[in-house]
């Protein structure tokens, strides 16, 4: 697997496209790692400091999650280096959608990512640069469609993408309006711990859970976590944290997902972030969900949990150990070897796996078959990987292996 790993980490990407905006400080980079299928597929993240190194790991991290989610199509992403605070941030944004429109019109898709919103930001800027929607390449690129099949695909991700929820068991609230992108990521990584006590012995319910990072995907995995009857006993955001080692019960975590100041935790009773940080690891939790920014979970964070009694790790981050690979370094392995790891190309893929479902022929834009179709094709990747090894570690290492023998 590593031998593997290593060829397809060192490949250089076949497209880097760089840009400079004229108004600002910003930078940003699209990075194709290749047009596998005609196309290829990742979203748009912005953060200060971000550089082309993260959006290459990031690119070939969507490659790998294509192998899972499909369609068969090359890994790619946007990285803007610029601070989503700043209030110039929407000028940055349109200008940078400007300059790569003719991408998104060929063989490159994308949505949102870290500080990027798929339905308030990427797909009004992009329709205004005469995009149908911000997907519309990998369509052109990979199904080389007719125009009547075009207009149907499109129009399926047009609906499905930005369509209300209204079933009860996948919307925390029917007083307020959220659709499917807000919600199907951290969905898939929900179902991806239920997946794995199902497959692989146990059940979710009673078990102690740690989320870190309050965004859409943290709070709503942490959400969906505690309707099947988890505790939620520490989350721990950027701007602080909660601890209760009793456990949160789901009309609390309820009250946590909508009471959220956009994709940060506001609760009365907020701990400072050094107070958690200091307690939250050794606190003791069999599930924990790292759904903050990547390579934030350090080698001592590792063993403090897994002391602490920790099973199973569900990566709603895209490469969440602290390593300097883009992959596989010395923390996802000695994690790997410890506990279970859900790998991120696998936990988190429910949007790209809406997209793929959205571009079928006839989809069904419905809450059952958008969610039920994310869920059972996580639960395919976790039973191939028990197929292969029905040990409980090493579940991250047999989900490389079982990609990479596509790719490679």
Known sequence: MKDLLTRFETKA???????????????????????????????????????????????????????VSGPAIGGAKSGIDFDPADPRKDGVLRRWYKAVTPLLKTYYGTGGDLNVDEVHEVIPITEGYGLWHPQEGVVNGHFRPSDSERIQKVGQLR??????????????????????????????????????????????????????????????????????????????????GLLKPEGFGFDEVRALFLNKDGNQLKAEGMLRFDEVNAHIWSLGAEVFLPCAGSRLVTKAQVEAMAAAGLEVVSSGANVPFADPEIFYGPIYEQADAAVAVIPDFIANCGMARAFAFLMQGNAE????????????????????????????????????????????
């Open 159 to 240: 609906l499905g993408v930005k369509k209300v929820v209204e079933d009860s068991r996948c919307t925390p609230s029917v007083e307020r309006k959220y659709v499917v992108a807000d919600l199907i990521t951290g969905w898939g990584v929900a179902e991806s711990v239920l997946h794995y006590y199902r497959i692989y012995g146990g059940q979710a319910a009673g078990k102690r859970v740690i989320v870190q990072g309050w965004g859409n995907v943290g709070s709503a995995a942490a959400y969906y976590l505690a309707q099947a009857g988890a505790k939620v006993v520490g989350i721990i955001d950027r701007n602080g």
């Open 13 to 67: 990407p076949e497209i880097v496209f760089e840009w400079h905006d004229d108004q600002t400080e910003a930078r940003g980079w699209v990075v194709i790692n290749s047009l596998r299928g005609g196309a290829a597929g990742g979203g748009t993240r912005m953060r200060k400091g971000l550089d082309r190194r993260e959006v290459e790991s990031l690119a070939k991290t969507m490659e790998v999650k294509f192998s």
């Open 365 to 408: 834009i419905s809450d059952e078959a958008i969610f039920g179709d994310v869920s059972a094709t996580i639960a395919g990747a976790l039973q191939r990987c028990h197929d292969r090894s029905q040990g409980r570690h090493g579940i991250a290492s047999t989900a490389f292996e079982i990609a990479l023998d596509q790719l490679v």
